[in-house]
């Protein structure tokens, strides 16, 4: 769907895939990489989408199991967030063609977070749990800071649906 819609239409899915090796990262990723190869080479989706994982016990290659970078990319579900390519190729512009800024300021939001609470803080928090200074944590990440000031950064809120032909 993502791969056919056009430029007005939400350009972005969440796939929750709660049965899909929850316990076994190795194993989840094996089927991510699978997904990436043969469906996305027989539907000629290379080029129009990607797909970002997510998983509860995710892990960056190199890193090590507790590294808070792997809390980037950890959900409570396998997830697969599924993303139009010209749609992140937009983001990246607004970022100065910096992809990286996304991905450093969460590391570092989740580097300020243990410092101040701790692994159990990280983990608190991922459960939804209420945290005391969040709304003060964000402000001193400076989240908005990513998008260069003169760039246009605003977006309608489209809710449309949409099924390819």
């Given at each position: 769907m993502i791969a056919c819609s056009d430029e007005s239409q939400v350009g972005t899915t969440v796939v929750?895939?709660?049965?899909?090796?929850?316990?076994?990262?190795?194993r989840y990723m094996s089927l991510v990489?699978?997904?990436?190869?043969?469906?996305?080479?027989?539907?000629?989706?290379?080029?129009?989408?990607?797909?970002?994982?997510?998983?509860?016990h995710f892990e960056f290659e190199g890193s090590?199991?507790?590294?808070?970078?792997n809390y980037t990319n950890r959900s409570p579900y396998p997830m697969f967030h599924i993303?139009?390519?010209?749609?992140?190729?937009?983001?990246?512009?607004?970022?100065?063609g910096d992809a990286s800024k996304v991905w450093n300021?969460?590391?570092?939001?989740f580097e300020l977070m243990q410092e101040r609470w701790g692994a159990s803080g990280i983990k608190e928090a991922r459960r939804g749990d209420g945290m005391d200074g969040v709304d003060a944590l964000l402000k001193e990440v400076k989240l908005s800071s990513?998008?260069?000031?003169?760039?246009?950064?605003?977006?309608?809120?489209?809710?449309?649906?949409h099924q390819c032909k």
């Open positions: 929750v895939a709660s049965d899909y090796y929850p316990k076994d990262f190795e990489q699978f997904m990436e190869e043969s469906p996305m080479e027989d539907l000629d989706l290379h080029g129009k989408v990607q797909i970002a994982p997510y998983h509860p090590g199991k507790e590294e808070v970078e993303l139009r390519e010209d749609e992140v190729g937009k983001a990246v512009a607004k970022l100065g300021g969460n590391i570092r939001l990513y998008f260069d000031s003169s760039a246009d950064t605003s977006s309608e809120d489209d809710t449309t649906t």
